[in-house]
């Protein structure tokens, strides 16, 4: 599985230069799945009843770059299954420092991170993000929005 120590890049000159590739969550998810599965680790070692129709079939959907929705009735592992699926992601990805929306170094979103980019170049600083802050849960229920579900960010604000 990739991993990326702490600091080993603190610009995205340094980042360029490690020869750090820009992947999406898809691509990580799937290279770390391929990872895990060469090397014979268990991958959701305490979901137990799935290993012949579940499982195989998220390996798959992973594997294959979809998106996967769980439904199911309570109490069938889906929150299990997901936190389980979080440590298929790098143990760490690079962020532009201070970005209040963690935007990646090669691709800023925020107009602070553009002009940031534009004016400094390479000389950027870099910060690292830990794989258990990229994840939260939230459980959908009727009075759920789409903000609480993908987070609602002022665009106002951000531009």
């Given at each position: 599985?990739?991993?990326?120590?702490?600091g080993?890049?603190?610009?995205?000159?340094?980042?360029?230069?490690?020869?750090?590739?820009?992947?999406?969550?898809?691509e990580?998810?799937?290279?770390?799945?391929?990872?895990?599965?060469?090397?014979?680790?268990?991958?959701f070692?305490?979901?137990?009843?799935?290993?012949?129709?579940v499982?195989?079939?998220?390996?798959?959907?992973?594997?294959?770059?979809?998106?996967?929705?769980l439904?199911?009735e309570r109490?069938q592992?889906?929150?299990?299954?997901?936190?389980?699926?979080?440590?298929?992601?790098?143990?760490?990805?690079?962020?532009?420092?201070?970005?209040?929306?963690?935007?990646?170094?090669y691709?800023?979103?925020?107009?602070?991170?553009?002009?940031?980019?534009?004016?400094?170049?390479?000389?950027?600083?870099?910060?690292?993000?830990p794989r258990?802050r990229?994840?939260?849960?939230?459980?959908?229920?009727?009075?759920?929005?789409?903000?609480?579900?993908?987070?609602?960010v002022d665009p106002?604000?951000v531009?």
């Amino acid at each position: 599985m990739a991993t990326r120590d702490v600091g080993t890049a603190a610009t995205i000159g340094e980042l360029r230069a490690s020869g750090y590739a820009d992947r999406t969550v898809k691509e990580e998810l799937r290279e770390n799945l391929l990872a895990k599965l060469e090397s014979g680790e268990a991958l959701f070692p305490s979901i137990v009843g799935f290993d012949e129709s579940v499982l195989p079939a998220l390996e798959r959907g992973i594997l294959a770059g979809h998106d996967l929705i769980l439904l199911g009735e309570r109490g069938q592992a889906k929150t299990r299954l997901i936190r389980h699926l979080v440590q298929l992601l790098d143990e760490e990805t690079p962020v532009i420092a201070g970005c209040e929306v963690n935007d990646h170094p090669y691709r800023p979103i925020c107009a602070r991170c553009r002009h940031l980019v534009e004016a400094d170049g390479d000389a950027v600083p870099v910060d690292w993000f830990p794989r258990d802050r990229r994840y939260a849960v939230k459980l959908a229920t009727p009075d759920t929005s789409v903000g609480d579900l993908i987070g609602d960010v002022d665009p106002i604000r951000v531009a």
